[in-house]
């Protein structure tokens, strides 16, 4: 069975890598990216990864010839690369923003040069590889999600690590507690997990152990919740107050002037940061003995997870990331086991970016929204959650619109759109900011000025 990897000379390629070797139905990966050289770097530490029973690894620069045959395609692209990423970042903080990949002024930025791409190549899996399903891991990824089923339809499923991370943390402090008594397993250890949001902007609201919702007894034990990275983050009380354990991208949200403050404290912005340590490993990669790409690969890994949200756990005293957290499976596990699933494997409950339907009330049937889904060979059902109070319906309503007339925008052109979309971000909140943000990125970012301007994608 052939994957894909679209972004194939990405830097968390490997992990993906590892994760097949470990065990997986694919027996041919190819690795697609429109720079050769980081192609090379990426193959060369995979080389060093070799194992028995490894899939075979081809790289090409040609997307038609990457597609053809794949059963399945991740979709891991960096439209304009990091020094776009460092430019959303950029241009927000000026405008005394927050300065983040996918939340707020940034994210929209990143979405509206991000969806014509993201689209074309939906178009080219329709033609070269209809039957292939897409698995999306392109940010942002709810809005990349929701852009490419208008062609592939529910074929593309979008994924994340962050709830995941969060559900594990929050049955690690039940355990704490003493409250689990069913062994280690996901469902068939009896454990079932309420979740419900957008990508980036969800919450935990039930943790069932064998039928017994655990989530009241944990956010009534003080040194059980502290024990969770999101929690110190944003505080215990806030959370009791919330009643439901917040995915970690909500502490943009519920604390942005001190996000904001914390982010423009830093001599450099998270993007500037992987920017230059990303080229230090891809310039020794391309001129060092292969036989050391691995190890340096590995280091620079190690950096980079050590200092997620960095200066937001300094800014609310949230300490060091745990060490549990940073050797569990990200996005990769959760990418195979859909996988496996879809390919015949046992079904599962994976909480995935899919198309809303009935799922979330009071979001749109088209919507693409990060639930608690039902995975086998039959597809992906999403599974219906419970009517969410005003409080979190709106501002999931809200950043929705937004999403949406993002993507709009972008298939249109329409400066209009993508004033509106800033303007009503809650994170913005002002029409003049949005439209100097529009104006800002339009002339920092090709990307930007291609989509709202001349030859912009129609749909």
């Given amino acids: 069975m052939r994957l894909t990897i679209l972004g194939g000379g990405g830097f968390r390629v490997p992990l993906v890598y590892a994760a097949l070797a470990g065990g997986s139905p694919v027996t041919e990966v190819v690795l697609h990216d429109v720079v050769p050289s980081r192609l090379a770097a990426i193959r060369a530490v995979l080389a060093r990864m070799d194992r ?3 899939p075979a690894v081809h790289t090409t620069t040609d997307l ?13 692209i960096r ?14 903080l000026a405008h005394g923003l927050l300065g983040q990949e996918t939340v707020g002024a940034g994210g929209i930025a990143y979405g509206l040069r991000t969806v014509p791409v993201a689209v074309r ?4 899996v329709a033609e070269v590889a209809p039957r292939a399903w897409v698995i999306n891991f392109t940010n942002p990824a709810g809005m990349i999600t929701e852009a490419m089923q208008r062609v592939l339809g529910e ?19 039940v355990e704490g507690m003493g409250l689990r008594d069913a062994p280690a397993g996901g469902e068939g250890g009896g454990l079932g997990v309420g979740y419900v949001g957008l990508n980036h902007l969800g919450w935990l609201r039930t943790l069932r152990v064998n039928g017994v919702d655990r989530l009241p007894d944990l956010l009534a034990d003080d040194s059980a919740l502290r024990t969770i990275e999101e929690v110190r983050l944003m505080g215990a009380d806030w959370v009791r107050t919330v009643g439901a354990l917040p995915n970690e991208y ?35 990669a391309a001129t060092a003995d292969p036989e050391d790409a691995l190890r340096r690969w590995s280091r620079t890994r190690d950096e980079r997870d050590a200092t997620y949200m960095a200066e937001s756990r300094r800014a609310s005293g949230a300490g060091e990331r745990e060490a549990a957290d940073v050797a569990a499976g990200g996005y990769q596990q959760v990418a195979l086991e859909l996988m496996t699933a879809l390919a015949g494997g046992s079904p599962r409950m994976l909480i995935l970016n899919v198309r809303n339907g009935s799922a979330v009330p009071g979001l749109p049937a088209a919507a693409v929204v990060e639930v608690p889904c039902m995975v086998g060979p039959h597809g992906v059902t999403p599974l219906a959650t419970d009517p969410l109070p005003g409080s979190m319906l709106g501002l999931l309503q809200q950043v929705k619109a937004v999403e949406q007339d993002t993507i709009e925008a972008a298939f249109t052109g329409s400066v209009t759109l993508a004033v509106r979309a800033f303007a009503q971000h809650p994170l913005v909140g002002s029409v003049s900011v949005a439209r100097e943000l529009v104006a800002a990125y339009r002339a920092a970012l090709p990307g930007v000025a291609a989509v709202l301007g001349p030859g912009r994608l129609r749909s």
């Fill in 79 to 92: 439209v304009d690369g990091l020094a776009g990423r460092t430019v959303d970042e950029r241009v927000a």
């Fill in 250 to 284: 909500l502490y943009y949200f519920y604390r942005t002037p001190e996000a904001v403050a914390a982010i423009r404290s830093e001599p450099i912005t998270r993007g500037e940061f992987l920017a230059e340590q990303q080229a230090r490993f891809y310039d020794a």
């Fill in 52 to 54: 028995p029973g490894a």
């Fill in 155 to 173: 074929r593309v499923v979008g994924i994340c690590d962050s709830p995941v991370g969060l559900a594990q943390r929050a049955l690690r402090a």
């Fill in 121 to 124: 190549v939906a178009q080219r």
């Fill in 64 to 76: 038609d010839e990457a597609l053809r045959g794949a059963r399945f395609v991740f979709s891991a």
